[in-house]
């Protein structure tokens, strides 16, 4: 039987990724905390040029980066699968992956910021989450593939749950679902999934870090 093992953080949403979709697949995996301050020889030699998490280790191989494990995982291992067998629709659901992907670094910037810095990060925010209330979510959608969860609704973890969060370490309110019903909609049912409702990480004890680590981060700009 394939040894499966993930090399993760417990509060990295391209972690928490990888985990759903092996969970969505049935498949067993060991999981290994990294602690990102002091990282594990067999981290940093899975992952020599990153040097991050989440690492894939599949039969002694590894795999880096959270779109690209994803697109192995459902490779590999074809039921339940993540992404749409038409390549029309495929196609389209990648393009959405790259721009979660691409837009998800905006993230952290909320609490690294303040005053006109972070207004100009909060309209990045404001920007993506119009795009996926007027283009995305279109056509009274459940989930962004249609009535079954898939690789894209993973993508977009950051807006599903990490953006409240980091909303609450911040101090300030950037989306308010009444302007974006279908991701407000969204979000209730991607967070229903039993896979996903069942995996969350504890929100108090991301609030409670981002906290801290934003009174560093001011307090060494201060300095």
């Not at 040894?3 to 759903?20: D, E, M, N, Q, T």
């Not at 990060?121 to 209330?133: D, G, S, T």
């Not at 409240?164 to 967070?191: H, M, T």
Request: proline share 7%; glycine share 4%; with cysteine.
């Amino acid at each position: 039987m394939a040894v499966v093992k993930l090399f993760g953080a417990w509060l990295s949403p391209y972690v928490f990724r990888v985990i759903w979709a092996l969970k969505l697949k049935g498949i067993p995996y060991e999981y290994i905390e990294e602690d990102l301050s002091n990282k594990s020889p067999l981290l940093l030699q899975y992952n020599p040029i990153h040097k991050k998490v989440p690492v894939l280790v599949h039969d002694g191989k590894p795999i880096c980066e959270s779109t690209v494990i994803l697109r192995y995982i459902d490779e590999i291992w074809p039921q339940n699968p993540l992404l749409p067998a038409d390549p029309y629709d495929r196609a389209v659901a990648l393009f959405w992956i790259k721009f979660a992907d691409d837009k998800s670094p905006i993230i952290a910037k909320l609490y690294r910021t303040e005053g006109e810095e972070q207004q100009v990060v909060v309209k990045e925010w404001l920007e993506m989450l119009e795009a996926m209330e007027e283009h995305a979510l279109i056509g009274g959608k459940k989930f962004f593939g249609g009535d079954e969860i898939n690789m894209v609704d993973i993508a977009f973890c950051m807006v599903a749950h990490w953006l409240g969060v980091i909303e609450d370490a911040a101090g300030l309110k950037v989306f308010e679902p009444y302007k974006f019903p279908r991701v407000s909609s969204w979000i209730q049912n991607f967070k229903s999934v039993p896979v996903i409702k069942d995996n969350l990480p504890d929100t108090d004890k991301i609030v409670a870090y981002l906290k801290r680590r934003k009174e560093m981060l001011l307090t060494s700009k201060s300095n």
